[in-house]
């Protein structure tokens, strides 16, 4: 089975850290994302790598950015977290178009608080 | 932006019921999926229909496609307590794996 964790169900800090929400797949997935979700709004992407080292922007990338240095491992980095990133957020993983696939594999998510 | 709306936002049945969620999209899609969420956690595939399919099923679950229309729905069929959670489309565009999700259908499943 696909296994997709997070590094804390749970995590709150004060406005103006720096906050790291690190995220590991363990079935050399190519494909990683980064969502938050948030009560009426579904789930939103923040950015995607689709390789090592290699990165794109979703809806909604503004105040964060992300570090993918091994296949495995996607972070997501709050460079100073304010009070309306106070979310769910949800790592998850795939395989690349064309490989008959493309389902995503979902971590069980880090409720952040910032307070 | 959020391509996907999904209706209704909330359902509420007894067990033994059909369940029924529609989902709308906004532009082409190489296929539109499903997932279901349990309370607080993360997302679970369900199924995923491509774009030249109009129906498929796996187990109590059958979903349509309709193109013309941008929209899908998903029939839960005889359905269990164990189904109480919210039930997400997301639709597949373009060349990347990335999905837009709708906003989700809350259902609650009451024996």
């Known amino acids: 089975d696909v296994k997709v964790t997070q590094s804390s169900r749970y995590l709150v800090k004060r406005t103006g850290e720096k906050v790291f929400l690190e995220c590991v797949q363990d079935m050399d997935h190519e494909n990683m994302f980064w969502y938050r979700q948030d009560p009426g709004l579904g789930l939103r992407l923040i950015y995607f790598s689709y390789d090592v080292k290699m990165k794109e922007k979703g809806d909604i990338p503004e105040g964060y950015s992300v570090s993918r240095e091994k296949k495995e491992r996607f972070s997501l980095i709050l460079e100073s977290a304010s009070t309306n990133q106070t979310s769910m957020y949800l790592c998850a993983s795939s395989l690349p178009p064309g490989s008959g696939k493309e389902t995503q594999y979902f971590g069980p998510g880090t409720r952040l608080l910032v307070l | 932006s959020q391509q996907g709306e999904e209706d209704p936002q909330a359902l509420s049945i007894q067990e033994g019921e059909n369940a029924t969620m529609n989902c709308s999209y906004k532009?082409?899609?190489?296929?539109l999926q499903w997932y279901r969420q349990n309370s607080g956690r993360g997302l679970v595939h369900l199924i995923l229909?491509?774009?030249?399919?109009r129906e498929k099923h796996s187990g109590r679950l059958r979903v349509t496609l309709d193109t013309s229309k941008k929209s899908s729905s998903l029939l839960i069929t005889a359905s269990r307590a164990a189904d109480t959670a919210s039930y997400f489309c997301?639709?597949?565009?373009?060349?990347?794996?990335?999905?837009?999700f709708g906003t989700g259908t809350r259902l609650q499943v009451t024996l």
């Open positions: 229909i491509r774009s030249n399919e």
């Open positions: 532009t082409s899609i190489n296929n």
């Open positions: 997301a639709s597949s565009t373009g060349t990347a794996s990335k999905l837009t």
